[in-house]
């Protein structure tokens, strides 16, 4: 007799990535978490960073260059507008299903009650401050921190 | 599917405990439901909730998800989960009678 798995109780998602493309999936797998009481921290890095970040949120593009399921050569991906176009496009497709701008997201997945940190090594890196972030940031944390804030989650790497 | 004696009233389940007609709802269903996912007593903020959940679900013909809970019925997505802890969406369409939602966010 086989016993049932047992269920996630929590996860702790990083992202690393700045593209529109990149960061959607974890934002989504952070509010899903929340959705079926899932306990969620999220660690934003890198590039990852500007999802949080007061000025960019908003702007975030889809990069349709080095991206080979845009299905689109990289001399036509590299035209000035064609990134802004293709996440206008994105962005209308999204807001179909009722899935809100990064900006929004942030704040809808923050009132879940997830936990968004900032890296701390990156804060470093680009001289950012706690105000270059949007108020839902928790706190800027190291990788130790992050660890620790992670005790019994699954990592979750995008 | 199942049927099961809710409130006296004979009510077709999935096999996950939601209700597959939502015609069959009524209030007292509502209070039992919601007792069965440990909610012990619906205030008048959890009937905010469900009275636009059926509204809009009866309109749309599908339950609203969390944020056109917050931009069309004006309720704030932090008291959504604190009425609904642990599954929000979930709960509060099957506290209202509808299926368990199928959508991402």
Redesign the interface.
């Known amino acids: 007799m086989s016993e049932k798995p047992n269920k996630i109780e929590k996860v702790s998602i990083v992202i690393s990535k700045g593209s529109l493309d990149g960061v959607y999936p974890g934002l989504?797998m952070a509010?899903?978490a929340?959705?079926?009481?899932i306990e969620a921290t999220v660690f934003f890095t890198f590039f990852g960073l500007e999802a949080v970040m007061k000025k960019r949120a908003h702007k975030l593009k889809v990069a349709t260059v080095g991206n080979p399921a845009m299905h689109m050569p990289t001399i036509l991906g590299s035209i000035p507008g064609m990134s802004s176009f293709a996440t206008s496009m994105m962005k209308k497709e999204m807001e179909k299903?009722?899935?809100?701008p990064v900006d929004e997201f942030i704040e809808?997945i923050s009132?879940?009650?997830a936990g968004l940190y900032a890296c701390k090594a990156t804060v470093d890196m680009f001289h950012l401050t706690q105000d270059d972030f949007l108020p839902q940031v928790d706190s800027v944390i190291n990788v130790g921190t992050f660890y620790e804030k992670s005790a019994g989650a699954q990592i979750i790497f995008t | 599917m199942a049927i099961k004696d809710i409130a006296g009233v004979q009510i077709e389940l999935d096999d996950e405990g939601f209700m597959t007609n939502p015609e069959q709802w009524n209030k007292d269903i509502a209070k039992a439901l919601a007792a069965e996912e440990g909610i012990s007593e619906l205030t008048d903020k959890h009937w905010e909730v469900i009275n636009f959940v059926r509204q809009d679900a009866k309109e749309k013909g599908q339950v609203p998800t969390i944020r056109r809970m917050n931009k069309v019925g004006g309720i704030a997505t932090k008291e959504l989960y604190a009425l609904f802890p642990n599954g929000p969406a979930k709960k509060a369409a099957k506290v209202s009678g509808y299926p368990k939602p199928q959508d991402c966010v």
Request: aromatic content about 0%.
């Open positions: 989504i509010n899903g929340r959705m079926e009481g299903i009722d899935i809100p809808m009132d879940a009650g």
